[in-house]
């Protein structure tokens, strides 16, 4: 008797174990994230993109980021500098220790901000408040940050995505995705080249609307991997059309060196302490 028992105690067990696995399966099945709506086959093609590029969530989870900015121009004028952002928020701040293009009649380092609220410009221990001055500051850290986090960015909310077709540019084979913003007022444009094998933008063009811009300018990228992200580390563009060609053989170059994530960076490095 007491043996039957015992099975029907067991067998019970049996049966209630089964069914917490199925509630905790459907629990499982109700609180998971819902399929992405895409607007579009363009908008699924850029979010195949970010997902092999890295998300922005990835980088959240890295924190912050330093590393060292190099700009040259085609007559070798360069500017160097150490840049700074803590991701979430979108803080940024850089030191330029180079600078003959930017701000280039300062002399010596200066130093520029943005704390999630305000912009500010530092040289030589004093603040700088010239408005011409700041208009620069403030292009510089929202560009700065953006191309660095762009191909993260490109699902945000606000943007509309437009399948333009496909093209073979160096043996290689491209799906064009053109990008706008949702405003009010001029915004910039980007058309992406994305590579059918890698799903990665080997170039792209874009316009610079704040500088009244809206011709493109071409822009090719070779990555890093780097923290399991795909970072478009070296970078040159010049002025393009939007048939993807290259007008000009004047190319701007751009590298990001010795990047280095997850560094502990202070919030009050970002702030302006007048």
């Known amino acids: 008797m007491k043996k039957n028992i015992l099975l029907m105690s067991l067998a019970g067990l049996s049966l209630i174990s089964c069914k917490n696995e199925?509630?905790?399966?459907?629990?499982?099945?109700?609180?998971?994230?819902?399929?992405?709506?895409?607007?579009n086959k363009a908008h699924e093609l850029v979010y195949?993109?970010?997902?092999?590029?890295?998300?922005?969530?990835?980088?959240?989870?890295?924190?912050?980021?330093?590393?060292?900015y190099i700009y040259t121009t085609p007559d070798n004028d360069r500017d160097s500098a150490n840049e700074q952002y803590i991701f979430d928020g979108e803080l940024s701040y850089s030191n330029y220790f180079k600078h003959e293009r930017t701000l280039a009649?300062?002399?010596?380092?200066?130093?520029?901000?943005?704390?999630?609220?305000?912009?500010?410009?530092?040289?030589?221990?004093?603040?700088?408040s010239d408005s011409n001055m700041m208009k620069r500051v403030v292009f510089n850290r929202k560009?700065?940050?953006?191309?660095?986090?762009?191909?993260?960015?490109?699902?945000?909310?606000?943007?509309?995505?437009?399948?333009?077709?496909?093209?073979?540019?160096?043996?290689?084979?491209?799906?064009?995705?053109?990008?706008?913003?949702?405003?009010?007022?001029?915004?910039?444009?980007?058309?992406?080249?994305?590579?059918?094998?890698?799903?990665?933008?080997?170039?792209?063009?874009?316009?610079?609307a704040d500088f009244n811009k809206m011709d493109p300018f071409l822009m090719k990228v070779k990555y890093e991997e780097i923290n399991g992200l795909h970072l478009?580390?070296?970078?040159?563009?010049?002025?393009?059309?939007?048939?993807?060609?290259n007008l000009s053989e004047n190319w701007i170059k751009?590298?990001?060196?010795?990047?280095k994530f997850n560094t502990n960076i202070p919030k009050t490095r970002f702030e302006e302490n007048k």
């Not at 459907?26 to 992405?36: D, L, Q």
């Not at 200066?110 to 221990?125: A, I, M, P, R, S």
């Not at 940050?145 to 509309?160: A, I, R, S, V």
């Open 232 to 245: 478009p580390t070296t970078r040159i563009y010049t002025a393009g059309n939007w048939e993807g060609q």
């Open 143 to 208: 560009t700065n940050f953006y191309w660095f986090t762009m191909m993260q960015k490109l699902t945000d909310p606000g943007l509309n995505y437009e399948f333009v077709g496909e093209d073979t540019i160096e043996g290689k084979d491209y799906n064009i995705v053109k990008i706008s913003f949702n405003s009010d007022k001029p915004t910039d444009i980007y058309q992406l080249y994305l590579n059918k094998k890698t799903s990665l933008v080997d170039q792209f063009l874009f316009t610079v």
């Open 22 to 39: 199925k509630t905790v399966e459907k629990t499982a099945e109700t609180i998971s994230e819902p399929a992405m709506e895409f607007q």
């Open 105 to 128: 009649n300062l002399e010596g380092t200066f130093e520029q901000g943005y704390d999630g609220k305000n912009f500010w410009l530092k040289h030589n221990g004093e603040y700088i």
């Open 254 to 259: 751009v590298n990001w060196k010795n990047i």
């Open 48 to 68: 195949q993109m970010v997902e092999k590029a890295g998300t922005f969530q990835d980088l959240l989870a890295l924190k912050d980021v330093s590393y060292t």
